[in-house]
T-cell receptor, first 112, second 112 residues
Framework: KQEVTQIPAALSVPEGENLVLNCSFTDSAIYNLQWFRQDPGKGLTSLLLIQSSQREQTSGRLNASLDKSSGRSTLYIAASQPGDSATYLCAVTLYGNNRLAFGKGNQVVVIP | KAGVTQTPRYLIKTRGQQVTLSCSPISGHRSVSWYQQTPGQGLQFLFEYFSETQRNKGNFPGRFSGRQFSNSRSEMNVSTLELGDSALYLC???????????FGSGTRLTVV
């Protein structure tokens, strides 16, 4: 069974600082890994999708890396802003398994 | 381009009742998945449908069921509601297998 872990559960950073969020997974036979953002009481917004053959993906201030051999992914958010305050969720899909296995998320607060 | 639409947004039901939630995927997306989100358990996979067929099912009791129609719209049903069924129910659609998922805003179900 795929286990996905995100540590720490919560963190606060001052505005302008770079954010580094970590995700680890136990089964390296993943098809892809997806990072999502969730605002309180809302649905999930997809941020980045990394296929298993890729090492990283970038979108604006966001960069996500994937190291399948070590079972890790890192989401970097450059120059954080108060609007980045949200919960960030990491999810993996195994080969031949059309379901997402989620971590519990990193709850981020960016302090103005 | 319309996103994933879930209705209703909020529901309050009494223990023992049943409920039906609806999900309209993005046009052209044939895979629809359902997830339950609670503070304690996080996001858990319920089931996935593709071309009207259930392909995957999570570890939930038989009170949870679903179906998909020929236009890819999906419904999930929960019978004999329990207090523990109170959660945010999220629907996600995908264009093709393991291509990344787009989520709806969810249905907040409260069982009293």
């Amino acid at each position: 069974k795929q286990e996905v872990t995100q540590i720490p559960a919560a963190l606060s950073v001052p505005e302008g600082e770079n954010l580094v969020l970590n995700c680890s997974f136990t089964d390296s036979a993943i098809y892809n890994l997806q990072w999502f953002r969730q605002d309180p009481g809302k649905g999930l917004t997809s941020l980045l999708l990394i296929q298993s053959s890729q090492r990283e993906q970038t979108s604006g201030r966001l960069n996500a890396s994937l190291d399948k051999s070590s079972g890790r992914s890192t989401l970097y958010i450059a120059a954080s802003q108060p609007g980045d305050s949200a919960t960030y969720l990491c999810a993996v899909t195994l080969y031949g398994n059309n379901r997402l296995a989620f971590g519990k998320g990193n709850q981020v607060v960016v302090i103005p | 381009k319309a996103g994933v639409t879930q209705t209703p947004r909020y529901l309050i039901k009494t223990r023992g009742q049943q409920v039906t939630l609806s999900c309209s995927p993005i046009s052209g997306h044939r895979s629809v998945s359902w997830y339950q989100q609670t503070p304690g358990q996080g996001l858990q996979f319920l089931f996935e449908y593709f071309s009207e067929t259930q392909r995957n099912k999570g570890n939930f009791p038989g009170r949870f069921s679903g179906r998909q129609f020929s236009n890819s719209r999906s419904e999930m049903n929960v019978s004999t509601l329990e207090l523990g069924d109170s959660a945010l129910y999220l629907c996600a659609s995908s264009r093709q297998d393991n291509y990344g998922y787009t989520f709806g805003s969810g249905t907040r179900l409260t069982v009293v």
